[in-house]
């Protein structure tokens, strides 16, 4: 049931294809909430979708990576903490709602819920239109994790919590941690920036990071990686830089987020005997590594993927943030900023450019 507000968004009807269009605002059901956008960034998986490299059911509102204020409520709703939302809270909230009861959510996969429901990902119906970022307003269901954002995290810096950096943070607690440890991490992007400040703040002994692309890898210096490899310099340089930094016996820990079969390769042949590897980057389909089993069980090698995160991993997303945003120039990587009448124009941006992150921001008071 809508609450007679009509509000804009950019509707995603296919490859390439976005209309501004006003859509009703609903009146929050029970465990819901209604949120003002403030801020919109643009994921690498928005990027894909727009050019019609993954598939989703249209039409859709694009965009997970989402902060905003509190403007209706439906019930009484509570934060990660249990304290209970009020009206004009800044928050930011889990990439997905999960039901807490079924299989996956009962064994900590709240990620893989039976009946999960992501935001910029689900098809527009009537009782659920507003469910992504590039709009103005978004609807947020019951089992959705919310967390309040700080004062003093500006928007360009907490947006891309709930998946870029709570994702990192999954990676990390999936790989055991890393303190005094050697962490290789294969991907300088957004999400790799994020992890070599991330490994850096908890205490790793050495950061490395590896990319094809030059700039991004200047870049990294900034987040806390000592070592920084040019994967266009072959797979030499990089087992060279290894085997200094760790005395030959080869990294700990590797976080691969780039999504490249050849990074997995290489990765496996950076651990130590004990190593452990997270897979992350790999979100599409790609052509299959050749693993040894034999070289796996001798080498007593540890490897997990993750895909998304759990709750847990988004409040610890927003405290190291807190703690360091004045520490790493995390500002910095949103580039540009456009208002949502320009989205086609940001969606191009990013594109041609390929900075860490682009923001949408609504340019009406709702």
Request: glycine share 10%.
């Amino acid at each position: 049931m809508t609450n007679g507000t009509e509000v804009k968004a950019a509707v995603f009807l296919g490859p390439g294809m976005l209309e501004l269009q006003r859509l009703g605002a609903p009146e929050p059901d029970e465990g819901e909430l209604l949120v003002r956008v403030t801020c919109c960034t643009l994921c690498g998986s928005d990027l894909h979708t727009y050019q019609g490299h993954r598939a989703v059911d249209v039409p859709t509102i694009l965009g997970h990576e989402i902060l905003g204020e509190v403007r209706r409520i439906g019930g009484r709703v509570t934060d990660l903490a249990g304290r209970p939302i009020e009206i004009g809270d800044r928050v930011t909230w889990s990439v997905a709602a999960h039901c807490g009861d079924c299989f996956y959510c009962e064994r900590g996969v709240p990620q893989k819920c039976v009946s999960l429901r992501k935001y910029g990902h689900e098809r527009i119906t009537r009782d659920h239109a507003l469910s992504g970022g590039l709009a103005e307003m978004c609807h947020l269901a019951p089992g959705t994790s919310l967390i309040r954002v700080p004062d003093a995290l500006i928007d360009n810096v907490a947006c891309p919590a709930n998946c870029a950096t709570a994702t990192v943070a999954g990676a990390l607690r999936t790989g055991g941690g890393c303190r005094d440890d050697v962490v290789l991490v294969q991907g300088a992007g957004m999400l790799g920036l994020t992890a070599c400040a991330m490994a850096a703040r908890r205490g790793a002994r050495r950061v490395i990071v590896c990319d094809v692309d030059d700039a991004r890898l200047a870049r990294a210096e900034s987040f806390g990686a000592q070592d920084r490899v040019s994967v266009r310099e072959g797979a030499e340089r990089l087992d060279e830089v290894i085997r200094y930094a760790t005395d030959g016996r080869g990294v700990d820990l590797a976080v691969e987020l780039s999504g490249s079969p050849d990074a997995v390769a290489h990765g496996l042949n950076a651990l130590r005997i004990g190593g452990r590897y997270v897979w992350v980057g790999a979100v599409s389909p790609t052509p299959p590594v050749e693993i040894h089993p034999e070289f796996i069980v001798r080498r007593l090698l540890n490897i997990h993927g993750l895909h998304n995160y759990t709750p847990a991993d988004l409040a610890d997303a927003v405290d190291f943030l807190e703690q360091s945003a004045d520490r790493y120039p995390f500002g910095e990587l949103v580039t540009r900023t456009f208002a949502l009448e320009d989205v086609e124009a940001a969606f191009r941006y990013a594109i041609d450019t390929r900075p860490p992150r682009v923001a949408v921001t609504p340019t009406d008071g709702v």
